[in-house]
Each structure stands twice: as structure tokens, then as C-alpha cells.
């Protein structure tokens, strides 16, 4: 009974953080870590021009596919990692915080929101407002670097610089941290589907097979690498052939798709160099002493963070958990009203 007591008095920021992400929703709640990882994903029918009704949201989207295929249109409310369509963003906010497992932990949340860096006024309110309208008593945002740099253990509170590279679904983002403040953030928005959508273009045009999304997406993550030429794998994939529609099987490898994402890696490779130039001397130096860390699902590219070290001549490490750093940093700000007054933003 003491205890209960104690960690229902221990003072906390908030209840519950949610990274809305391109390709998934991560829900976290305070005391219980990440509770729900779901895609960003609605599934819908027209009953009407203009009138559209909701068929399922996150996981229960294959199972109405598999169901109704030919009635169903599928949409991503989050683009970019900010809100693309209102309505349906609401709706999946409210799916999700409404799911047994939030409401057992907190029926009305205060909840933590991260963000892309920069985000304008009116994406910033477009968020609060889907969260209170899901149920949430007050909403707090955060900017994703700084979640992701929390998650990946940097020690954002120290005055000695840190470096977060955040390859995610939408947008990179190359953020230097110190003192709990973003003192530099460059964005790209190259990603995960960008690299997809970069296979897809790569092998239409140059091998001449049509292939899903869901096949490019598999080769970017058990056949990308970023240097092409290094212990080269090879696997057979389906598709159309792209001149005359018929079937086709083709055998590839992973120079292949190496060669495919190249210009995306070096966009972000780019980036991280313009950072480190748009950065004070003064903590260039610690950068060039403890290096730059990778997150999100991109730095787990085969060999991109031997490149990185080559290429910008720093060293590059992975975070532990990559695919949740954001969610873990979101998670570990719930338990600390200190951090969170400090790089909450303004709205």
C-alpha cells in the first residue's frame, strides 16, 4: 500500500507520449514503457462523393484488405511526420488512445508529442487539437531529434555537444544538442520511403521489372548496404516486366539495391556535413571527439555508419534501439518535469 501510494504521489510531466510517425504509431505510457507500435495507417471506403467512412485503423488494416480489396482506399494521415489529413489523424489518435491498454494506464492523459523540428504554428495546434478532441487533458510537444537523442542515451543535459541523426520514414534530421537546447537542426526529407520509392524507380528503369512496394521495401531492409561493392548477396524477386506487363523473375543482389538508394545516402551524408559547418567551433570539437550517433529505422542500413565515418571523418555509432529511439526518449521525458520544461515548445 506504501509503495502504491508513493508512486502515485512521485511527481511526473506526463502520462502518455505518442511519436506520430509516418510509418507507425508508437504509444508510450508512464511506468509501462511502449505500450502500442502500430502503422499510420486508415483504411476506408466512398459511400458517397466526398463521404468516406472508416474501415479500420493500424494493424487491423491487412485484415479488411485480405477482406474487401477491390472497395477499400488506404491513406496515411501523417506525411513528413505532421498531420496530412486532419479528420483521420483524429480519428486514428482517438483509436489508438482509446486501445485497453492506454486507458488502463491513464483514462485522460497528459500527453507528449513529438514533432519534426521546425514545424510551423499551425501544424503545432492542428496536433493539440487531435489530441484533446481524442481524449487527452493537456498536451505538451517536443521536437523528435531531442526525443531521439534522449532515447539514444546522449546527454542532452550536459554542455558538451551532442549529434542525433534521425533517419526516419519521411525526413532526416541532423540535430547538435547541448545544454537540454536543439543549437543546430538541419532536415532533409529523404527517408525510408524515398529509398523505397528509389528502388522501385531504379529497378523499373535500369533492370526492367515492375515491382510492389512491399518487394522494394524488403530488399531496402534485408538487402540494402551502403557500400554496393562490399560482401555482395544475391536473391531472386517477382514482378512485371516492364516492357511487355508478363511476368517476370529476376535474380539481384545487394549492389543492386546499394546502387539504387546511393543518391539517397548521399543527400544525408550532405546533410551532415552542412551541419557540422552551420555548428559553433566550440562544439565541433566535441562532435569531433565523441561523434555522431544514428537512429530510426535508416541506420540500419548495412555499412552507412562506416560510411558516415569515412566520409565526414567522425565517429558513428548506432543507437541500441534505433527503430524506438523516439519513443524511448518520449517515454523517459514522462518520468522527468524538469526536461520536459525545458524543451517543451512554445505554442
Known amino acids: ?109 497528459r500527453v507528449v508529442v513529438s514533432l519534426p523540428y521546425g514545424v510551423t504554428e499551425v501544424e503545432k495546434k492542428a496536433v493539440i487539437e487531435a489530441c484533446l478532441s481524442s481524449g487527452a487533458r493537456e498536451v505538451f510537444l517536443i521536437d523528435e531529434p531531442m526525443a531521439a537523442a534522449i532515447g539514444a542515451e546522449l546527454p542532452v543535459k550536459s554542455p558538451h555537444g551532442s549529434m542525433i541523426v534521425d533517419i526516419g520514414g519521411g525526413t532526416t534530421e541532423i540535430a547538435v544538442i547541448a545544454l537540454s537546447d536543439i543549437v543546430y537542426c538541419e532536415a532533409v526529407k529523404v527517408g525510408g520511403h524515398k529509398m523505397d520509392e528509389s528502388i522501385l524507380d531504379y529497378f523499373k528503369k535500369v533492370k526492367k521489372i515492375v515491382i510492389s512496394e512491399t518487394v522494394a521495401e524488403d530488399l531496402k531492409v534485408h538487402f540494402g548496404t551502403a557500400v554496393p561493392k562490399k560482401n555482395i548477396r544475391t536473391t531472386t524477386i517477382s514482378g512485371r516486366d516492364a516492357d511487355t506487363g508478363l511476368n517476370k523473375t529476376l535474380e539481384v543482389s545487394s549492389e543492386d539495391v546499394g546502387m539504387a538508394i546511393n543518391d539517397c545516402l548521399e543527400l544525408i551524408i550532405n546533410a551532415i556535413h552542412k551541419a557540422l559547418e552551420k555548428t559553433p567551433p566550440e562544439l565541433v570539437a566535441d562532435l569531433i571527439e565523441s561523434g555522431l550517433v544514428l537512429a530510426g529505422g535508416g541506420a540500419l542500413i548495412r555499412d552507412f555508419d562506416i560510411r558516415i565515418q569515412n566520409e565526414v571523418r567522425i565517429p558513428v555509432k548506432i543507437a541500441q534501439h534505433p527503430l524506438t529511439a523516439i519513443a524511448l526518449g518520449g517515454s523517459k521525458v514522462l518520468e522527468d518535469p524538469s526536461l520536459l520544461s525545458k524543451i517543451q515548445l512554445e505554442v
Request: no cysteine; charged share 20%.
Open 1 to 109: 500500500m506504501f509503495w502504491n501510494w508513493f508512486k502515485s504521489e512521485a511527481p511526473s510531466a506526463a502520462d502518455v507520449y505518442v511519436d506520430l510517425g509516418t510509418a507507425n504509431t508508437l504509444v508510450a505510457a508512464r511506468g509501462f514503457g511502449i505500450i502500442l507500435n502500430e502503422p499510420s495507417l486508415v483504411a476506408y471506403s466512398e459511400t458517397s462523393p466526398g463521404r468516406r467512412r472508416i474501415l479500420a485503423i493500424g494493424h487491423d488494416v491487412k485484415d479488411i484488405l485480405n477482406k474487401t480489396p477491390g472497395n477499400t482506399f488506404l491513406l496515411k494521415p501523417i506525411r513528413d511526420g505532421v498531420i496530412a489529413d486532419f479528420d483521420f489523424a483524429q480519428e486514428m489518435l482517438k483509436h489508438f488512445l482509446s486501445r485497453p491498454l492506454v486507458q488502463k494506464a491513464f483514462s485522460r492523459p
